[in-house]
């Protein structure tokens, strides 16, 4: 299973990006894919979250009603748009793969999950 993410860059605060992870060697069914970021000297945080099989989908407090996850079945993709970007939104971003969800609140729990992607930094200049 190899998960690539991709899209992250430079952008001034209000401004937008979509942020895409690929994914390969996983089925989508009976899956949750989500995204996490980290920024210099703080803690990994969950930020978005989407189930495979009913597209249900959970964000953090911190950037909810700002973005959205979603996933493209056909090309193996989930992605996150967020708008309305903010300077505490600077961070490597990171999606990740894992089994079923028990609770919604496990999909912020890193060590549930199987397979990471590689980073990539969002910066957003003030």
């Known amino acids: 299973v190899q998960l690539q993410a991709s899209g992250g860059g430079l952008v001034q605060a209000g401004g937008s990006l979509r942020l895409s992870c690929a994914v390969s060697?996983?089925?989508?069914?009976?899956?949750?894919i989500a995204w996490f970021r980290q920024a210099p000297g703080k803690e990994r945080e969950g930020v978005a979250c989407?189930?495979?099989?009913?597209?249900?989908?959970v964000y953090s407090d911190s950037v909810k009603g700002r973005s959205t996850i979603s996933k493209d079945n056909a090309m193996n993709t989930v992605s996150l748009e967020m708008n309305s970007l903010k300077p505490e939104d600077t961070a490597a971003y990171y999606c990740?793969?894992?089994?079923?969800?028990?609770?919604?609140?496990?999909?912020?729990?890193?060590?549930?999950?199987?397979?990471w992607g590689q980073g990539t930094l969002v910066t957003v200049s003030s």
């Open positions: 990740a793969a894992r089994g079923p969800l028990d609770y919604w609140d496990d999909f912020a729990t890193d060590d549930g999950y199987d397979y």
């Open positions: 060697g996983l089925t989508f069914g009976n899956s949750a």
């Open positions: 989407i189930v495979s099989d009913n597209d249900d989908t």
